[in-house]
């Protein structure tokens, strides 16, 4: 079983930051892929930013240049620096990993952490 904790959700004001956390633990041999998605109400799950085991980063345009993922291999854990923020980003923002168990590719997802971007 594998389990992701997320931290550092809150309230903010527009223009402010915020800086989510994300650590997996389990049973898992390792880690292929990290990542954070966000879903306001009445929208779909959207990707925020990923990273992948071997460095590379992508982002969802709305973000890009305002946010920054970075990964600590060692801790299982997983960043999201929040810059900037406005009020259309608020949402739950959820850690996602693709991790490789015994059986093959497990796909994880946190319980979600909620940001609030107040104008």
């Known amino acids: 079983q594998v389990q992701l904790v997320e931290s550092g959700g809150g309230l903010v004001q527009a223009g402010g930051s915020l800086r989510l956390s994300c650590e997996a633990s389990?049973?898992?041999?390792?880690?292929?892929?990290m990542g954070w998605y966000r879903q306001a109400p009445g929208n779909q799950r959207e990707l925020v930013a990923g990273?992948?085991?071997?460095?590379?980063?992508n982002y969802g345009d709305s973000v890009k240049g305002r946010f920054t993922i970075s990964r600590d291999s060692a801790k299982n854990t997983v960043y999201l620096q929040m810059n900037s923020l406005k009020p259309g980003d608020t949402a739950v923002y959820y850690c996602?990993?693709?991790?490789?168990?015994?059986?093959?590719?497990?796909?994880?997802w946190g319980p979600g952490t909620q940001v609030t971007v107040s104008s």
């Open positions: 990273t992948t085991s071997g460095g590379t980063t």
């Open positions: 996602n990993a693709v991790v490789v168990v015994a059986t093959g590719l497990f796909r994880a």
């Open positions: 389990g049973s898992m041999l390792s880690i292929k892929s």
